[in-house]
């Protein structure tokens, strides 16, 4: 258990529709990194937020957006979706040198 | 950050050492290795860094060679549940997003 937790842990959803992905760091952890992975892409980094301001921005889609709130938690809202966006999303924690992930939310759009 | 190069798969009998290379050639002098791995979709989880000295702890060794163009991850006695796909990384400092590329998938066999 990394101590970070992601909910959901599964979502379906149909095309057009809009979702969003909650995380919570490791207590005391002030950055938060999203990343997706879908089959065809491999492990991407979407985003980075550190207390609360962006901080580093990856292949993040205009469709998609994040922020951190004051008490650290994060949310990645997709809109619009398409097939394509069906894969697993990861948050992360880090304090220094480690980045600790979540278990993950498989998203999938039909 | 430094691309580097990985086998894609690589197979190891249970109980014996797990030797994982990992090229990166055009690494930078303030870069550092950083190895993860994840197990059949669960989130990623950090094994090892260092930056030009050998590194060990629980989980497993890193080796880096002198001009530090490649390195190796040992893992001394592996289990089945060591079975997952092995990423190397480089990038220059903590704090910043993680690069995963291809990665090795180990398959540890009885």
């Known amino acids: 258990d990394s101590g970070v937790t992601q909910t959901p842990k599964h979502l379906i959803t149909a095309t057009g529709q809009r979702v969003t992905l909650r995380c919570s760091p490791r207590s005391g952890d002030l950055s938060v990194y999203w990343y997706q992975q879908s089959l065809d892409q491999g492990l991407q980094f979407l985003i980075q937020y550190y207390n609360g301001e962006e901080r580093a921005k990856g292949n993040i889609l205009e469709r998609f957006s994040a922020q951190q709130f004051p008490d650290l938690h994060s949310e990645l809202n997709l809109s619009s979706l398409e097939l394509g966006d069906s894969a697993l999303y990861f948050c992360a924690s880090s304090v220094r040198d480690e980045q600790f992930f979540g278990p993950g939310t498989r998203l999938t759009v039909l | 950050d430094a691309k580097t190069t990985q086998p894609t798969s690589m197979d190891c009998a249970e109980g014996r050492a797990a030797n994982l290379p990992c090229n990166h050639s055009?690494?930078?002098?303030?870069?550092?290795v950083y190895w993860y791995r994840q197990i059949h979709s669960q989130g990623p989880q950090y094994i090892i860094h260092g930056l030009k000295n050998n590194e060990t702890n629980e989980m497993a060794s890193l080796i880096i060679t002198e001009d530090r163009k490649s390195s190796t991850l040992i893992l001394p006695h592996a289990t089945l549940r060591d079975t997952a796909v092995y990423y190397c990384?480089?990038?220059?400092?903590?704090?910043?997003?993680?690069?995963f590329g291809g990665g090795t998938r180990l398959m540890v066999k009885p």
């Open positions: 990384i480089v990038r220059v400092e903590a704090g910043n997003m993680l690069t």
């Open positions: 055009t690494i930078s002098g303030n870069e550092y």
